[in-house]
């Protein structure tokens, strides 16, 4: 009986594909890395994070309504709500929360990611010399790739910020190994259904999908993804696509009071083209550009401060709903001035592209061996989609404004169909060497990274972790005196307001230029703090001050070093 027992393990042992088994040993190790970040930073929460996890708060409270923003994610905060109504976090739990969303979106694109390497790999099969062998290679290679992954994950994105950009990354990935599906299997209606919820989805997660979507629609239909392929069958993927992603349109539409998919790219292009990105709301400089609808009430000129009593509730208005308070900026389009932007923001893409040298000569010294040892091979001109989705995506962002965050899926995407290009199947080991060697190269600064930070993970693990300073920030405000719902004035930057989401605490003014702040004397701080107090703030916050000011009224709140000074005392 133990010998049959002992036969069958060892069939079945056997019958297991090598290669899953690395898919799977890869993805645990991506998960394991990325999770130590998460853990790390469990308690900081950016600008854009705060507005999301406030939106996803909202929804919780008040309906599915409050998902329908101008310019931030509706994926996003939708996941964060789910969270949030699951979980039921504390206030000092509730950032813990986003990372943990975080997290599992990584899992998500790590997946999507292993699909598109998988697919890659067997539609390039042939031209790599892998037709029904070479495990060893098929397993460098996906390494490679996923390698890839991690680190524009880790560089470009930073895992542990809260944004939709994993969404993004994820979206990107199973788009492009649908595709290659397709190319398979192109008589399968439903892949051709699948890509458009894809895409859809991609929207819903950002807005700047939805005319990546429509880029890759064209590519595939110029280009198709294999030489079966019906062209008539995108048709369903674009009707697929309409149907996931018009509810959101027709409700930012209605919103907006005109057809739109989302304000983010007006915004953007506006403010890094034309009006010098001003984020803290328009107040109607210059005048040319039209008349402000909803502008911050400027309560003094020099030092700067600023009134914003906004219709809805948030603890920085200015940055929950920037369309609200840039609403009539509508500045004469400038062709020429976009044209020189984007002149500039193309350097920006090819540094951001080949800013690893690793990569930059892994390929140059593939291309060599590819030369030296050439055998005529000509691209295969169905997979030109894949750089070409590449590059259509880096160009989306050069027009409007681009940072590494919002490329880092076509950056994996064109490296991986550069050096599909290059390779073949007459220097296999040198190949594997090259690739190797590249691969430990993008691995090695974030297994680094990650043993530094083993020593807070065990802290946590052990449950004596030290709080995070916004936890006490916000402990330490309340013991102070303010209570949840109060309205409060910052001096200097308002946007890393995590300790006042904590506290349940809401900026209704801000002073801008801290520094000149402190050099008023009193009597000239008077009049301003009166009028501060009666645009609704019960007291100042400032997280610094310098040490030659007096400061008469300010106090330390803790060891997390806010201070505050109360207006109605």
């Known amino acids: 009986m133990m010998n049959h027992w002992r036969g069958r393990l060892a069939d079945s042992i056997g019958e297991v594909d090598p290669r899953k088994c690395w898919l799977v040993v890869l993805n645990l190790f991506g998960i394991a890395i990325t999770s130590v970040g998460q853990i790390v930073w469990r308690d900081v929460l950016n600008p854009d994070g705060l507005s999301y996890l406030e939106m ?21 905060p939708a996941f964060i709500a789910a969270a949030l109504s699951v979980l039921r976090p504390t206030p000092a739990h509730e950032i813990a929360v986003v990372h943990l969303v975080n997290e599992l979106l990584v899992i998500g694109a790590s997946a999507a990611c292993s699909w598109f ?42 895992v542990s ?14 788009g492009a190994a649908c595709c290659y599906q397709i190319g398979k299997n192109p008589n ?28 890759l629609l064209l590519l595939v239909w110029i280009w198709p993804p294999g030489r079966s392929v019906r062209r008539r069958y995108f048709g369903i993927t674009g009707a697929t696509f309409a149907v996931v992603a018009m509810p959101r349109i027709v409700g930012l539409s209605l919103k907006a009071g005109k057809p739109t998919i989302g304000e983010a790219g007006r915004l953007n292009l506006i403010w890094y083209n034309f009006s010098g990105a001003q984020f803290e709301g328009w107040t109607g400089d210059p005048p040319e550009y039209g008349t402000p609808v909803h502008p911050p009430r400027i309560i003094r000129s020099s030092p700067s401060v600023q009134e914003f009593n906004a219709p809805f509730e948030a603890t920085y208005p200015l940055w929950y709903d920037p369309t609200y308070w840039n609403e009539g900026l509508n500045p004469p389009f400038v062709l020429r001035k976009i044209w020189e932007n984007s002149k500039v923001r193309l350097r920006q893409a090819w540094e951001i592209f080949t800013r690893k040298r690793a990569l930059d000569w892994g390929f140059v010294i593939l291309l060599f061996i590819r030369l030296v040892f050439w055998k005529q091979r000509w691209p295969d001109w169905h997979q030109l989609w894949l750089p070409g989705w590449g590059i259509a995506t880096f160009a989306v962002f050069i027009a409007v404004y681009i940072e590494p965050r919002y490329v880092a899926a076509a950056t994996v995407l064109v490296w991986s169909a550069a050096y599909g290009l290059v390779m073949g199947d007459r220097t296999a080991r040198v190949q594997q060497v090259a690739v190797c060697a590249v691969a430990v190269l993008l691995l090695a600064p974030m297994l680094q990274d990650t043993w530094h930070r083993i020593p807070s993970v065990r802290l946590f693990i052990s449950g004596k972790a030290p709080v995070g300073w916004a936890v006490r920030a916000a402990s330490q405000l309340e013991r102070a005196g303010l209570k949840p719902g109060d309205h409060i004035a910052t001096i200097g930057d308002s946007f890393t307001a995590d300790y006042l989401r904590i506290a349940r605490l809401h900026i209704v003014a801000q002073v801008r230029d801290e520094d000149e702040w402190w ?10 703090e009166r009028a501060i107090g009666k645009a609704g703030a019960r007291a100042l916050v400032a997280r610094r001050k310098p040490a030659s000011c007096e400061c008469p009224g300010w106090r330390v709140t803790g060891d997390a070093g806010v201070l505050v000074r109360f207006l109605d005392q």
């Open 56 to 76: 996803g708060a909202h929804t919780v409270e008040k309906g599915p309504g409050s998902l329908l923003n101008l310019i931030w994610s509706f994926l996003y």
């Open 117 to 158: 390497i998988w697919m890659w790999i067997e539609a390039n099969s042939y031209a790599f010399g892998m037709e029904g062998r070479g495990v060893l290679r098929f397993c460098i290679l996906f390494t490679f790739i996923y390698a890839l992954f991690l680190w524009t994950a880790f560089s470009f994105i930073e």
């Open 161 to 174: 910020n809260v944004t939709p950009d994993m969404i993004v990354m994820a979206t990107s990935f199973a």
């Open 188 to 215: 399968s209606r439903l892949r051709y259904a699948v890509l458009g919820l894809i895409l859809g989805v991609g929207y819903l997660g950002k807005a700047a999908m939805f005319a990546i979507g429509i880029l």
């Open 519 to 528: 050099k008023l004397s009193p009597e000239r701080l008077a009049p301003i």
